[in-house]
């Protein structure tokens, strides 16, 4: 991140539509790694779950 000393230009510039999109890819990215995860944990917890149920009828 550029930190420019004089802050009228950043006034007067507004950002290219290509900031916004690499900004908006970023946040995208940074939502797919958390939602991947939770993927990973809804998949892991019904492997767990389907394990348990095996366990059961075998049980019975």
């Known amino acids: 991140e550029e930190n ?3 802050s009228s230009n950043t ?5 290219s539509w290509a900031d916004i999109y690499e ?6 990215k940074k939502n797919d790694k958390k ?3 939770e993927i990973n944990n809804h998949l892991q917890e019904a492997k767990n779950g389907q ?3 095996q366990k ?3 049980d019975e």
Do not use: G, H, N
């Not at 006034?11 to 950002?15: A, G, R």
């Open 4 to 6: 420019c000393s004089s």
């Open 11 to 15: 006034k007067e510039k507004p950002k």
């Open 23 to 28: 900004e908006e890819d970023l946040q995208r």
């Open 35 to 37: 939602f991947e995860e």
């Open 51 to 53: 394990l348990d149920q």
């Open 56 to 58: 059961d009828l075998v």
